[in-house]
């Protein structure tokens, strides 16, 4: 079965779509919790990051040379901002296709809540 993710980047499903080139996919997320948040995406179905493997390394990097350049794009590059990838139940993954989160364009406080 095709992710939600997968439909988006072949075009069948609508998206806010900011970038796309041969290896991964960038989106605005359907529910932001920023007034920046981008979803950077391999094309490649990949779950999760324990699903990883060598031949990955060139999309992996892709991603984050996406994400430092929409962050530029977006007008967030100096102000900062949060990059961050969920992985299974305990990291709060929801969607089994490997994602980076790129946030920001307002203060966004301590990396996690403290319990
Ligand atoms: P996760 O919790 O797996 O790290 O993040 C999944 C993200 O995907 C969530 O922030 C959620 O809002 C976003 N999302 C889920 N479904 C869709 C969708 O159909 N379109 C877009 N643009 N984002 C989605």
Redesign the pocket.
Known sequence: MPT?FAR?IRGE?P??MVYQDELVTA?????P?APV?I?IVPNKHIPTVNDLTEEDEQVMGRMLLVAKKLAAAEGIAESGYRL?V?CNRDG????FHV?M?LMGGRPLGPMLLRR
């Open positions: 939600i988006i499903l998206s806010d989106f605005r997320d359907i529910n919790i948040h979803l961050m969920n709060g993954q929801e969607v994602h989160h």
